[in-house]
């Protein structure tokens, strides 16, 4: 008959090696979502529903629910990733002692979760949400807490997503652009931006005001500005297919940083530019496509050539394809960080 003790040993020598071998993962997984720029934070429960307008929360009862759904926590969410791998040594004990119970068919109780949108965030069982992920668990039971919002929410999301979907149900609520004129679409990649917009509608609905010398009602000026201001330069981005050269963003992005340009070159230039005009230059001195970044390093070495511009000493060809910044319209978002379309945006 076998010792309890040593049986009991090769348990604990078993469970410590498999909270090595997943806090070995959970690292190399940091490093390949960095490396890709993927983000691989769990979602913190209290900064989600500080984003979101809340409509109110009620228990929903005992559920099984799919482990990779589970993407947030209450608590813990420094102390695993996006996948519930371990980041932090202090909680070994604890994955330990789960890991243990799993092996000898402990029945451990269900967790505890709220769940927004389509994913969920762990209350109570974090570490049991760990172990069972590291096992190729695919669900758990959990009592859920559902917590009701409008905004779409999936396990892709990430808190600038969310920020940036709360920015469009405002803007969209303020402005009710979508009863005035249902087909249209305004859609930003960038958190902070929809303020913008905002303005936009201010400033023509002042100028509509001086042209009718009348007060305008705030749904005239959304109605003057999409179909006056808007629209004409978002055909102008979708004709001349200026948005390819910009991966990733869209026609309203493209919009807000064409109206910034057309400004530059017209007070740069002194001199009335068409937005078409505008449109082209702008792709042509940002886009992000290998050609266009080999077009600007040519055009740049032909200004060294004629002696119009000073090589340092250690530049490299990459540095001929940076943009000095002088013509780049630059935007804040909502962490202070700045937006450029050469701006890594995670």
Known sequence: MSDPGEYSSNLK???DSEFDTALRRGF?????NWFNKRNNNLLPFDEVRKVLPIHGQYYAG????QLDKVVGSVA???DFDRAFLPRQRHIRQRWINIDIAKMTDVVLPPIEVYKIGEIYFVKDGNHRVSVARDKGQVFIDAQVTEIATQVKVTKDTDINTLIREQER?????????????PAARVELSIPGQYGKLLEHISVHRWFMGERWQRPVPYPDAVAGWYDEVYLPLAKV???QKILKGFPGRTVSDLYLWVIEHLWYL????QKDVSLIEAAAH???????????????MFSKLAEIMADQTSVEIGMLPEDLMIDGGENQPKTKNSSGESDSPDTENG
């Open 62 to 65: 005992l559920h099984e629910i």
């Open 28 to 32: 190399w997984r940091s490093v390949l």
């Open 169 to 181: 149900l405002e803007f969209f609520e303020k402005t009710q652009l979508l009863t005035i004129r």
């Open 76 to 78: 813990r969410y420094n």
């Open 13 to 15: 020598q078993i469970a």
């Open 266 to 269: 017209r007070t740069q230039y």
């Open 237 to 239: 981005i979708e004709e």
């Open 282 to 296: 702008f792709a042509r001195e940002f886009s992000r496509t290998p050609r266009s970044r080999l077009n600007r």
